[in-house]
């Protein structure tokens, strides 16, 4: 299913086209396309290249380790992503590498490394959708995350499923037209809350 973003001005079809569904079909996918996700998120850009991201990820036919993938998500969540192809965290390193000084880009910088990972599963027809309804140091204890280092967002990856299959709540919300704030909202120039005049109509 498309549910294309109702842009106020013109952008490219794979932003247009990215969105969070919470109903995935049963394709799975492959570990090739699997690799080209990740290839994508390494080139996103960071504070010092530090890249600051690691993925820990399971497909649903490792049925271990997608088992172990869910117990960390709150149950909301759970009811959805269950039916993904893939599950992951997304986990950062809190300080620098080279002199452990605080890394304050690092969650920042994972974030950046989604957002490409995400466009690239929209070109190949994937979908990602991200959480943050999870506990961090269920993460942890599952995963054996070390010290310093904090899984900042969960993430569901699949192929689009269809909304019917969704229980009741879920499915409205799946059907919704997508909305956001007006650009002119959130982008000023001069001073704080006036719009920029590239952007004020
Ligand atoms: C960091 C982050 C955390 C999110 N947490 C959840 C979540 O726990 N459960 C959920 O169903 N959706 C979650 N979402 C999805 C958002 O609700 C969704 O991105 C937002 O409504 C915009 O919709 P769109 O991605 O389809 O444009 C999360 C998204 C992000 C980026």
């Known amino acids: 299913m498309k549910n294309p973003a109702p842009a106020e001005f013109p952008i490219h079809e794979l932003i247009a086209n990215r969105w969070s569904p919470r109903a995935f079909g ?25 890249q600051p991201w690691s993925f820990l990820v399971a497909t ?40 452990k000084a605080p890394n304050r880009n690092a969650q920042y910088d994972t974030g950046a490394a989604m957002a490409l990972l995400s466009i690239e599963a929209t070109a190949r027809g994937l979908f990602v959708h991200q959480m943050a309804g999870f506990d961090p140091e269920t993460a942890r204890e599952v995963f054996n995350i070390p010290v310093g280092f904090d899984a900042i967002a969960a993430f569901a990856v699949g192929y689009p499923g269809d909304a019917a299959t969704l229980p009741q709540p879920l499915r409205d919300r799946e059907l919704a037209p997508r909305s956001r704030k007006p650009v002119r909202d959130f982008v000023m120039t001069g001073q704080w809350a006036q719009p920029a005049p590239f952007v004020s109509k």
């Open 26 to 50: 049963d394709k799975d996918v492959s570990p090739e396309t699997l690799r080209s996700l990740f290839e994508a998120a390494r080139w996103a850009p960071s504070s010092s290249n530090e």
């Open 60 to 99: 649903r036919n490792d049925k271990e380790n997608f088992a172990k993938a869910l117990q960390p998500l709150v149950e909301f969540n759970v009811n959805w992503a269950k039916s993904a192809a893939v599950l992951g965290f997304a986990v950062s390193e809190l300080a620098f590498a080279k002199n």
